[in-house]
């Protein structure tokens, strides 16, 4: 399908900008420019922070979204949420319009975990952080009013990373049972060899040397299949998964390709291809109509 013309208009009217001078101006930009692109809010008036002691006795936000549509005298379905932004970027208020849209279309209690970001806390902290936060949730469910038979995880980008990773820390340490993972366009190797890498290189919003940026200030010169966990050995244990990848995006063969490693793994699989997308379309409510689908096909 061709690129949705909205997003084209916006990209060709992007191209050329310079790119900012330093991580803080990225951070920066990136919270400006992304907030632009998102649509009307459908922000509840109940949004609740709770804070997540880490083992290092570092405070971890945890922001708490409720459908539009629940029955707060029961226990709900709930997901913890790890944001994108290549590890180093995102905050919990740029994720509160996608966060709360993500509750509604779900039907879940939205748990949005405010992770450390490197480059001044790399690989493993923030997914320690998040799976520390996955552990909390679960030993904390009746103070969230949730129901920790059914808790799931789910993120976008390095997001979604770190959701596969707390998926596959949950099951090698034993830890909490995990109903479902979310994973929208997943980043899942640092080999960045994909014919998706090298027909959308640049162009396309997320380009292959800002990945190298990230992937750099996440992991440095290492590789770890906690952080990469499409070279993980084993992929067998872990929870059915829906997988959303974007059909102009560097990272959509990773993405593709793991749920094809999951599915060989006797893993439950649903993976679709969103048409005419780019990375990062979860925030692109405001931009094109056609971006509602990752929320509309997230349903778990």
Not at 34 to 55: H, K, P, W
Not at 275 to 292: D, N, Q
Request: proline share 7%; hydrophobic share 40%.
């Amino acid at each position: 399908m061709p690129l949705d013309p909205h997003i084209a208009d916006f990209l060709a009217a992007s191209s050329g900008a310079p790119p900012p001078a330093s991580l803080a101006e990225m951070r920066a930009a990136t919270e400006a420019d992304l907030l632009r692109l998102q649509g009307e809010a459908e922000l509840r008036d109940d949004m609740q922070d709770y804070v997540v002691i880490a083992d290092d006795g570092y405070a971890i936000a945890l922001r708490v979204y409720t459908p539009a549509a629940s029955n707060t005298e029961m226990a709900q379905p709930a997901m913890l949420f790890a944001h994108g932004g290549g590890w180093c970027l995102g905050s919990l208020t740029l994720y509160d319009r996608p966060c709360q849209a993500l509750a509604n279309a779900t039907g879940r209690k939205i748990l949005s975990v405010d992770y450390r970001l490197a480059p001044e806390y790399p690989f493993p902290r923030p997914l320690e952080d998040v799976y520390q936060a996955l552990c909390w949730v679960r030993d904390h469910a009746a103070l969230l009013g949730i129901d920790a038979s059914r808790l799931a995880v789910g993120g976008d980008s390095a997001g979604g990373n770190l959701a596969a990773a707390a998926t596959l820390l949950a099951r090698d340490r034993s830890g909490p049972h995990i109903e479902h993972q979310l994973l929208l366009y997943p980043a899942l190797s640092r080999g960045m060899s994909s014919e998706s890498y090298r027909e959308f290189a640049e162009g396309y919003y997320l380009t292959r040397d800002a990945m190298v940026f990230c992937w750099e200030n996440y992991l440095g010169e290492r590789r770890h299949p906690y952080a990469e966990p499409l070279h993980m050995v084993s992929l067998r244990g872990l929870p059915p998964a829906t997988i959303l990848s974007c059909e102009y995006d560097p990272l959509r063969d990773e993405a593709e390709q793991y749920a094809l490693r999951l599915e060989e793994a006797g893993v439950p699989v649903r993976c679709e291809r969103l048409a005419g997308m780019v990375h990062a379309c979860i925030h692109m409510s405001g931009l094109t109509p056609a971006a509602r689908r990752v929320f509309e096909r997230a349903c778990i």
